[in-house]
């Protein structure tokens, strides 16, 4: 091979090397690329189920609207008969939500508590009676579970606040003996620790 053939092979490999050093390095810039712009996607989702999960509440007081609904027992109840008494509405997405469920059961195991307060839980669910029963039964929950078709949801401001649009979230709501609405709770994590809805109780009643 002459000297002259020997340089241009030489400079053609230089030039090889070169642009798959060049084509390398785009790779890797697209491969960084990729993985900021996942790792941003990444956060904001996070933040945006940070945001969405924090609990909302309200001490504002009005008329809690009037409602009457059927129990999973059969019997009426009316937010009427209740005046006198402190009450507590529970709504949840009630059947297939096992944290709903469990919410009731160890509301039922703080009874004493409750009563201490003249507080009633009246826990609120939108599904059918064989829906709901066969969950409490699951979970050896007794207190019957009033069913409500939307409306009394949509009245007290739940409706769609939990993970779906036609099903009320994970909300409290506290009325005083005189029929006044004193606190309202939204918990998007579907939990609220029942020392924790004592003290909102004691708290808001007292005030």
Not at 106 to 131: C, G, H, S, W, Y
Request: aromatic share 6%; proline share 3%; with cysteine.
């Amino acid at each position: 091979m002459s000297h002259k053939a020997a340089e241009q092979s030489r400079h053609e490999r230089r030039q090889r090397a070169e642009q798959a050093a060049r084509a390398s390095g785009r790779r890797r810039r697209l491969r960084i690329m990729i993985g900021t712009a996942s790792a941003l996607a990444l956060v904001a989702a996070v933040t945006a189920m940070m945001l969405t999960s924090r609990p909302e509440s309200s001490d504002a007081i009005r008329t809690a609207p009037e409602f009457t609904l059927t129990d999973t027992g059969g019997s009426e109840h009316t937010l009427a008969q209740h005046r006198g008494e402190n009450v507590l509405l529970y709504f949840s997405e009630g059947a297939g939500c096992q944290s709903c469920i469990v919410q009731m059961g160890e509301i039922e195991k703080q009874a004493a508590a409750f009563e201490k307060l003249d507080v009633t839980v009246l826990p609120i669910v939108m599904n059918t009676r064989e829906q709901i029963t066969a969950d409490m039964t699951a979970n050896g929950v007794t207190t019957p579970f009033l069913l409500d078709d939307g409306t009394v949801s949509e009245a007290y401001g739940t409706l769609g606040k939990g993970m779906h649009a036609g099903l009320p979230g994970h909300s409290f709501v506290l009325i005083d003996r005189q029929g006044r609405q004193r606190w309202y709770g939204e918990y998007p994590s579907m939990w609220l620790a029942p020392q924790d809805l004592l003290d909102e109780i004691r708290s808001n009643l007292s005030a």
